[in-house]
């Protein structure tokens, strides 16, 4: 069981955030007449909406959005585990030649990140990936970075960052959590 060690970010501090990851984005992209949003399931879906919103506030043009599904890209699956159901990949436009700013909630190993873009991969050809990310917590096992990062958080592989977002947990913050000391 985890305990909560630090509340790192609180609904404002969080909403602060994505506005300047949205600022970050409109700068560094020519045009946001290409930009789409995919938010890795479950709670880079809510903050890829969130960011998504932002640009199209900052830039006057609308960007599509979607959700990522990447089970089936997993490179933890064991042999003979019963197979997955994909129920929560989401693109209903094309990501041909689109830059895709794939949205998650933290970094961590950046073994997600690498199933997402495998899955994306599978739906088309973007011309760009970037990533944005609201938490950075280190412990990289493969080379990929947040091209947008909301905030670096040194952890313990011990520790876990939860993000909440109020459309799954009723509540929207970001903590730093631990194992129960016995």
């Given at each position: 069981?985890?305990?909560?060690?630090?509340?790192?970010?609180?609904?404002?501090a969080?909403?602060?955030?994505?506005?300047?990851?949205?600022?970050?984005i409109?700068?560094?992209?020519?045009?946001?007449?290409?930009?789409?949003?995919?938010?890795?399931?479950?709670?880079?879906?809510p903050l890829a909406?969130?960011?998504?919103?932002?640009?199209?506030?900052?830039?006057?043009?609308?960007?599509?959005?979607?959700?990522?599904?990447?089970?089936?890209?997993?490179?933890?699956?064991?042999e003979?585990?019963?197979?997955?159901?994909?129920?929560?990949?989401?693109?209903?436009?094309?990501?041909?030649?689109?830059?895709?700013?794939?949205?998650?909630?933290?970094?961590?190993?950046?073994?997600?990140?690498?199933?997402?873009m495998d899955?994306?991969?599978?739906?088309?050809?973007?011309?760009?990936?970037?990533l944005?990310?609201?938490?950075?917590?280190?412990?990289?096992?493969?080379?990929?970075?947040?091209?947008?990062?909301?905030?670096?958080?040194?952890?313990?592989?011990?520790?876990?960052?939860?993000?909440?977002?109020?459309e799954?947990?009723?509540?929207?913050g970001?903590?730093?959590?631990?194992?129960?000391?016995?």
């Amino acid at each position: 069981m985890l305990t909560v060690k630090a509340k790192l970010m609180d609904e404002g501090a969080m909403r602060r955030t994505l506005v300047r990851m949205a600022h970050e984005i409109v700068e560094k992209n020519d045009s946001a007449e290409r930009l789409c949003f995919i938010g890795i399931h479950r709670r880079g879906v809510p903050l890829a909406k969130e960011l998504a919103q932002n640009v199209s506030r900052f830039s006057g043009i609308p960007c599509d959005v979607g959700s990522v599904d990447i089970i089936l890209h997993r490179d933890d699956r064991t042999e003979g585990a019963v197979d997955p159901t994909v129920t929560n990949t989401k693109i209903d436009f094309s990501i041909e030649n689109q830059t895709v700013i794939l949205v998650d909630d933290v970094i961590f190993t950046g073994r997600t990140i690498r199933a997402a873009m495998d899955t994306l991969m599978s739906k088309g050809r973007p011309a760009k990936i970037q990533l944005a990310v609201l938490i950075d917590r280190g412990h990289r096992e493969l080379p990929i970075r947040g091209d947008y990062v909301g905030k670096n958080v040194p952890t313990s592989r011990k520790e876990r960052i939860s993000v909440r977002v109020s459309e799954y947990d009723g509540e929207t913050g970001v903590y730093v959590c631990a194992p129960q000391e016995n």
